[in-house]
């Protein structure tokens, strides 16, 4: 796994799939409903991140800009990732049965 910069944030990349019109849905929000979205999983946090912890959920700002990047772990697949800053997290997801 990758050790993010020390405010840093890493979560694994979700395909865009491009509709008929020519905009790009992250997977999973194809026929999107408010409630269907349920955020993003964090794998990695920076030493100096305090409010999240690997394995949490967060949503993050619309106008947030990662920086994304390609690489294999050690399960020899590539995976993609994505980095934000710690900063860039608007909410962070807790789900309750109801």
């Known amino acids: 796994m990758y050790e993010p910069h020390p405010k840093g944030i890493l979560i694994e990349y979700k395909e865009a799939t491009k509709t008929s019109t020519g905009v790009y849905l992250p997977d999973g929000m194809q026929n999107f409903e408010l409630d269907d979205y349920n955020g993003d999983l964090i794998m990695s946090v920076g030493k100096d991140v305090e409010l999240y912890k690997v ?13 994304s990047f390609q690489g ?11 980095m934000f800053r710690e900063a860039d997290i608007c909410c962070k997801c807790i789900l309750t049965n109801m």
């Open 55 to 67: 394995g949490d959920t967060v949503m993050f700002f619309p106008h947030s800009i990662p920086t």
């Open 72 to 82: 294999k772990d050690s399960d020899g697949v590539k995976h993609k990732y994505q």
